[in-house]
């Protein structure tokens, strides 16, 4: 499990994903959220605008992230 540090109090689903580098660009992350290859909290989510706050978890191909606040 990775943990990823945010300075506010959310980050939205895509950014997340593309500033974790579990994918290359704004293009992947949204393409992967819609096909449903991305769970937050153990549901899937197709909303890449999706708030991410402290203490969820994002899962993506076997990987997983934690977020923290810093």
Same mark, same amino acid.
């Given at each position: 499990?990775?943990? &990823? &540090?945010? /300075?506010?109090? &959310? ?6 994903? /593309? +500033? +974790?580098?579990? @994918?290359? #660009?704004?293009?992947? +992350? ?6 449903? +290859?991305? /769970? @937050? #909290? ?8 999706? /708030? ?19």
């Amino acid at each position: 499990m990775e943990t &990823f &540090f945010i /300075k506010d109090d &959310f980050i939205k689903l895509g950014q997340a994903l /593309k +500033a +974790a580098g579990f @994918v290359e #660009n704004g293009a992947m +992350a949204k393409e992967e959220i819609q096909s449903g +290859a991305v /769970k @937050v #909290n153990g549901e899937t989510d197709l909303r890449r605008g999706r /708030k991410l706050e402290p203490g969820d978890l994002v899962e993506y191909q076997g990987k997983t992230l934690k977020i923290e606040k810093r």
